[in-house]
Structures are given as C-alpha cells and as structure tokens.
C-alpha cells in the first residue's frame, strides 16, 4: 500500500537560555489537527519520547551476516598460498616477498593520499543511508489527539514490538489550544538527537502544527514521502488490539523487578536454548519470574493496591499474591524487547503485565505518573503480529449492519473515547452488539483499544473518512464466515469439518470466572479430538485447549 505524506516544515528542537520550543510537523494530508501547550515535565516527556524511538528502530530478526569481504580476503589468500607451492627458487621467493612488501608500501601511500575523498564518500553514504532509512524503514508514528491525552503509536522495524505513548494532559502546565483528530507526525533520527538536549530550566513550548520549523534560507521545506507501507503494518494493529480485548492473566510488577529482569539481560548472553522468560504462579505465593536456561529465579515484589480499574480473569490481588485454583506457567520469548523500555524504568511507578499465554503476545503497561506506555511484545521475535496467529479470531463478535456500524462509529467519533457499556446506551444497542461493531472498527482501523483505560478511543489510520459505503463492505465482509477463504491447509481441513457437521457442542458449565464449553470434532481421518474453551463472563477467552496432535505442538500460536 503507497501511502503519501507531505510535510510543510520538519520536527525540531530550539533550544534557548531559558525556553524551548519542541515543534513537530504533522502530515498536512490529514485531517486538521493540532495542539499548543508549555510542558511542565520535559525530562519525562524527553524520557518517554525516547523510548518510543527506540522501539520504533528496533530489530531483533536474525539476518545472517554479509561476509563478502571475508570471502574476497580468503581468495586473496589462497592465490598467495598457491603462488607460493610454485616458487622451488630461493631466490625467486625472496623477490617474491621484496615485491610484496614494496607493494604494502604503495598500497599505504594510496590510502594515506586518497584518505579525504573516503571520508567525504563516507559521509555522503551516511546521509544516503539516513534519508532512505527514513524513507523506507522508520515509519513515521501515529500520533492522536484525544479529549484527555496525546498518544503517540509505532511498531518497530521488524514488526514484533507495538509502543503507545500516551501523555495525559497534566503533564502540561498550560493548553493553550487543541483539536482532536489524528494524523502522522514527521519523526526522524536528527529529532530524537535534539531531544536528548531537553532539560528542566528550560521553560519547554510543545506544539504539534503542519508547518513544524521554517527556516527562510531552507529550499527544502515542502517535504514529501511516498511510503510503501506493508499491509502486515496495519493487519498488526488489529492483532494488537484483539490481543488487548481477550481474558488475560493479569498482575502487578515493580519496576525493580523489571529493571533486575533488564539487568540480568544486559550482563549474561546465552549461546543456548531454552531463552524464555518464564512466569510461574503459585496459589497463595507471590508471582515469580525465572530466566531461562540459567533458572535465575526473580521473586516479584509486593506492590501497593491500585485505584480504579477492573482486573481481568486470573489477575493477582494487588499485594502480588496469586488468587487461581491451580499453579500456572506462562513462558514468553524475545525478552531482549524489554531493553527498549529500559530507560523509563527510574521515572516508573508501576508495571501491569498482561499475559495471553505460553508463547503467545505479552504486554506491558508502565505507569510514568504524567505518560502510560505501553509495549506490546509479540510471541516470540522472528513472529512479528501477523506472523501467523490471528487473535482476532478469538473475539467474541456478533454479525453487524452496516447502518448499526455506522451509528457506533459515529457515536465514538462524536465521544473520542467511551465504555463498550456507555457507546451501547448511546446507540441503543446491546453491550455484545456494540462490542461487536468495535471489534470491527478496529480491525479496519477506524478505533482502538485503550488497554490502561479500560475504554475505546477514536481513530483513523487512514486518510479517507469512514462513509455508509465503506460500512457497508465492512458488514457484508464481516457476513461471511473466516474461514470460507482459507489461507492453509489448516483453515481448509477445519471449513470442511464444519460443512460436514461433524462438530458437537456437549456442554456449557458455569465456573467462577465465567464458564467452558466442551464439545468434540472429526477430522477426515474419523478420529475425533476434544477442544475446550473457558471464556469470562464477558465472553472473553481465557483459556482454548485440544487433544489434537497439531495443538499439542503449536497450541494457539498457530
């Protein structure tokens, strides 16, 4: 997908004696947004701002090393060895050398003269490599203005990695003026260099404006970036989002304990498996975590009762005591992906951790007093968000007219952010048909799912507004069965299933935390296999197991 971004000025920093004024350039292509403000916190905000840039150039995929210079020094090598099996002469080997170190003469001599134009090479591929790093790599941030907050969304260079910045207004002072909407911010290499150098006696001016810095001098003002922007960047925040709806295990962590987690990963390097990180809850005891292979076990320090907030199934009380019936383990990989937020842990006050299960996504959500961030980590780092799982699957979502999509969508515009609970009485629809209907604004990117807030906001990736038309090809698409288009041999083995009836629903038994649903299937091979699915009384799933071979091997990360 080519998506066109124009800028009118680029971001910046002006630094002063005593002010500062922080300027980012938003896509004129975009709906007009803005926002004017004085920071009271600018270390903090320069801290968050940081993290964000460095989840956003992340890339933690393994790309195996380019050795053609090794290869061509090797050749090099083995054409000496070989010259020398030939020479049976003394004397003609003496040459040989005397030849070879006139030549490492000449060849330093070259060097020494041609040294300037390297460096002047040099710098001109750096500034190449910038501008198409830019261009083709870092993807410029979404940023939304909401009634509330600012936010700030971005995934990293291999996709595996979601940050949310969200600044709450009272990290300002004062708000001179704002109008929701949202749009992309222009967020470079060079900005996140300037922002290092915000500081406390500075009095900072935050603005978000389409002309950013003008400079009168500059020719290169009017900025323009075609990107091509893979769908699996937008099919990622679906993901993310029907990740954050689902039943998670939910607990507490002190930053300590994150920061000791951080720590341990920076000063040992494992050649070996397993590398997960492991979570285990014990009824009764505190929750621990054990770094794998060296089982270096971390023993999560109680934490102080939160206010506000409704915590989810198989959540800890907030001392950080395990509440469930039965002991838990939950491994996750890519931990390294927790180093990008290693900076924020001195100005964090609390760290939520939400689990979807052994090697499925993670969340973190670390509480900066003024900012939320949020990092979303995939299931391991080579499976970025797309990468096979589709967790939008698992939500719970009823069919939807286009006129009823249009009436939530219009009525989340109007809100900006609002209950699942409070958009139904808006709407005068049910809870689970509005639930619905938000699943799937955010699965086209007209929402989003504030997971610290517990409520859904408004916005719009794309540039184009949300008309009935679209809604329409939204509820017929929606109309249709997932998996009438299947995509793998798997899909296609599970429609026929389902085309031939051979799928039985045997129970539905209520249990504290909501109720499982027990039923049976037959496979092609007439051998039938059992699943279950234990969802919460909202009809989020907690838990979804099989006795089929291939859950056996992939359980849900397939």
């Not at 996750?332 to 299960?357: H, K, M, N, S």
């Not at 809100?415 to 048909?433: I, N, P, S, W, Y």
């Not at 599970?494 to 909501?514: C, H, K, M, Q, Y």
Request: charged share 25%; proline share 5%; glycine share 6%.
């Amino acid at each position: 997908m080519i998506v066109q971004m124009e800028y009118t000025g680029r971001s910046g920093i002006l630094n002063g004696l005593r002010d500062a004024r922080v300027q980012f350039a938003t896509n004129t292509r975009r709906e007009p947004t803005f926002f004017r403000g004085n920071l009271k916190q600018p270390v903090l905000f320069r801290e968050a701002l940081a993290g964000l840039y460095h989840v956003v150039v992340s890339d933690y995929k393994y790309r195996p090393r380019d050795r053609l210079e090794f290869r061509a020094w090797l050749e090099e090598q083995d054409k000496i060895f070989l010259a020398n099996l030939g020479m049976k002469s003394k004397k003609a080997k003496e040459r040989l050398d005397e030849l070879q170190a006139r030549l490492d003469l000449l060849n330093l001599a070259r060097r020494e003269r041609l040294n300037p134009f390297y460096k002047a090479r040099t710098e001109y591929f750096q500034l190449v490599y910038e501008d198409e790093y830019e261009e083709e790599y870092l993807f410029d941030p979404v940023i939304t203005v909401h009634p509330d907050e600012v936010s700030f969304e971005a995934f990293s260079r291999d996709e595996s990695t979601y940050g949310r910045l969200a600044a709450k207004y009272e990290l300002f002072e004062k708000i001179d003026e704002f109008q929701c909407g949202t749009t992309n911010i222009d967020f470079s290499a060079k900005l996140h260099n300037e922002l290092e150098r915000m500081r406390t006696y500075r009095q900072t001016r935050f603005d978000i404006a389409p002309s950013g810095f003008m400079v009168a001098t500059d020719n290169n003002n009017h900025r323009e970036k075609k990107i091509d922007l893979p769908e699996s960047w937008i099919m990622g925040f679906l993901q993310v989002h029907s990740t954050m709806t689902m039943g998670l295990t939910h607990f507490h962590m002190a930053p300590i304990d994150l920061f000791n987690i951080c720590r341990y990963l920076k000063r040992r390097k494992t050649r070996s498996s397993p590398r997960a990180l492991r979570y285990e809850f014990t009824p009764g005891q505190p929750v621990r975590a054990v770094l794998e292979p060296w089982n270096h076990v971390i023993e999560l320090t109680a934490q102080s009762p939160i206010l506000g907030g409704t915590p989810l199934s198989m959540s800890t009380t907030p001392g950080g005591i395990y509440e469930g019936n039965k002991p838990l383990t939950i491994r996750t990989w890519g931990r390294e992906r927790l180093l990008t937020i290693a900076r924020l842990l001195p100005q964090c006050r609390r760290v939520d951790v939400y689990l979807a299960g052994h090697g499925l996504p993670s969340i973190y959500v670390l509480d900066l007093g003024a900012i939320t961030f949020t990092l979303g980590l995939s299931g391991w780092t080579d499976n970025d968000w797309t990468g096979g799982a589709k967790f939008d699957l698992l939500a719970r979502r009823l069919l939807v007219s286009a006129t009823e999509l249009s009436q939530t969508y219009d009525a989340l515009r109007k809100e900006r952010l609002a209950t699942d609970g409070k958009l139904a009485t808006l709407t005068g629809l049910g809870v689970e048909k509005c639930r619905s209907a938000l699943s799937y604004l955010c699965q086209v990117g007209r929402a989003m799912y504030d997971l610290s807030g517990s409520v859904y906001r408004h916005r719009d990736l794309f540039t184009e507004p949300f008309t009935v038309k679209q809604a329409a090809i939204v509820a017929s698409s929606a109309a249709k069965p997932a998996a009438a288009t299947p995509t793998n041999p798997q899909e296609k083995a599970a429609w026929a299933i389902f085309e031939n009836d051979d799928v039985r629903l045997t129970s539905r038994r209520p249990v504290s935390t909501g109720y499982k649903l027990t039923g049976s299937a037959k496979g092609a091979d007439n051998v039938r296999v059992r699943p279950l699915l234990h969802v919460d009384h909202e009809g989020r799933v907690i838990e979804a197991t099989c006795t089929c071979p291939y859950f056996k091997k992939h359980q849900l990360t397939k």
